[in-house]
């Protein structure tokens, strides 16, 4: 009896350590908004008074800049040296075959983001960037255009309304950012945007929902300014848009947000496809070490509200995406071979972004209901209750 004694003794020591021990990390699934671009066309409103011009962009509209795309390059290293200190990848060479996947939506913005972050995530290693041909509608990142659930559009703008309180509501909360706004574009003018009263509608086809009045058209305008200052410009805003300001002003940005992506109906129905997509990579038996999926804000905020998480960041207004900026979900196995997700967002703040800086800041998040490393069946059924269930194409 006594020789076992020695053995007892050890076996009850490790076992309080093996229950405490760090649980590994078996991969990671990542949403990603794609990177630093131009404006789009007409994201300041035809109309919008300026006291000076706007400043000029070196790409065609929507296009990743080459400011942008060496901010990706570096941010693909910063999250391989990050994912290699988790054990998830090796910290140099090429990742063994299959164990990156990448897949972007088809605009080429997101494409373009999806190389430039591989070039420097895994140099010269040939990982091959995922879409579908030009001209499709992937379910996955445009979930309304590809009508890939039963989505009503009364029953999307009963939902915006209760959530909101209503397009004047939504208006009047944030006029302190519309004044603000006005002063940083110093048009002289009592409004610098002027446009129609707010209202929301269905579109003519009836897939999804249309926003008329001011939060629709300062939105854009308030991007713009935060652009600018993720690509370096010497003075965005003409020198008026401090990083408080635009934090300030990133708020305009957010209410479009909480129309479009975070009130629940259309949480459900934006968010259907790709959350079904991150589920499925989560749970299934084997799967890449990363799967990064590059797609909009509109994803990254959909996926977050269907989460029933709120995106902050340092250097953005609550709910307002970074360029760059991922969700990321981190599948861990304990000691015992329980399973869990741990969530969070890896974002950059707009000047880290200017001066093409490598931090990265990563802010813990938890899903209500649920603990910060929340069991994955657990994790599975919250997220899955969120999202509108999938209709079969026409024809099946």
Same mark, same amino acid.
């Given at each position: 009896m006594k020789a076992f004694r020695p053995l007892l003794a050890l076996t009850l020591a490790l076992t309080p350590a093996l229950a405490h021990a760090a649980p590994t990390v078996e991969r990671v699934v990542m949403v990603m908004r794609h990177g630093v671009r131009a404006p789009i066309d007409g994201e300041v409103p035809a109309g919008t008074l300026t006291a000076a011009p706007w400043p000029a962009w070196p790409v065609a509209?929507?296009?990743? +800049?080459?400011?942008?795309?060496?901010?990706?390059?570096? =941010?693909?290293r910063a999250d391989r040296a990050w994912l290699a200190a988790r054990g998830v990848l090796p910290a140099t060479g090429c990742p063994a075959a299959g164990s990156v996947r990448v897949w972007t939506n088809t605009s080429q913005r997101t494409i373009d983001s999806g190389e430039q972050f591989v070039a420097g995530?895994?140099?010269?290693?040939?990982?091959?960037?995922?879409?579908?041909?030009?001209?499709?509608?992937?379910?996955?990142?445009?979930?309304?255009?590809?009508? +890939?659930?039963?989505?009503?559009?009364?029953?999307?703008?009963?939902?915006?309304e209760n959530f909101t309180g209503g397009m004047d509501r939504l208006v009047a909360k944030h006029a302190a950012e519309l004044r603000l706004l006005d002063r940083v574009l110093a048009c002289a003018q009592p409004t610098c945007s002027p446009g129609a009263p707010p209202a929301l509608r269905p579109t003519a086809d009836g897939r999804g929902?249309?926003?008329?009045?001011?939060?629709? =058209? +300062?939105?854009?305008?308030?991007?713009?300014?935060?652009?600018?200052?993720a690509e370096g410009m010497p003075h965005p805003g003409w020198g008026r848009a401090t990083p408080t300001v635009l934090a300030r002003i990133g708020r305009l940005h957010t209410a479009l947000f909480d129309v479009f992506t975070r009130a629940p109906y259309m949480a459900a129905h934006q968010a259907g496809p790709l959350g079904r997509r991150v589920l499925a990579a989560l749970t299934a038996p084997d799967g890449p070490a990363l799967d990064l999926l590059v797609g909009h804000d509109t994803n990254v905020t959909a996926l977050a509200a269907a989460l029933g998480v709120d995106l902050v960041s340092p250097g953005y207004a609550k709910n307002d995406t970074a360029p760059m900026g991922a969700l990321v979900m981190e599948l861990l196995r304990d000691a015992a071979g329980a399973r869990f997700v741990r969530l969070s967002y890896r974002t950059q703040t707009p000047a880290e972004l200017g001066r093409l800086g490598s931090r990265v800041t990563t802010t813990a998040m938890t899903v209500p209901g649920c603990a910060r490393r929340c069991p994955v069946e657990r994790f599975a059924a919250l997220l899955g209750a969120r999202l509108a269930s999938a209709i079969k194409p026409a024809g099946h």
């Open positions: 509209a929507e296009q990743i +800049t080459p400011h942008g795309a060496q901010a990706l390059a570096l =941010r693909g995530f895994a140099p010269g290693c040939g990982i091959a960037i995922g879409h579908r041909a030009a001209g499709e509608v992937d379910p996955l990142f445009e979930a309304l255009r590809a009508h +890939t659930t039963d989505f009503r559009a009364a029953d999307a703008i009963a939902s915006i929902v249309e926003l008329d009045g001011s939060i629709r =058209r +300062t939105s854009g305008i308030a991007q713009v300014l935060l652009l600018e200052a």
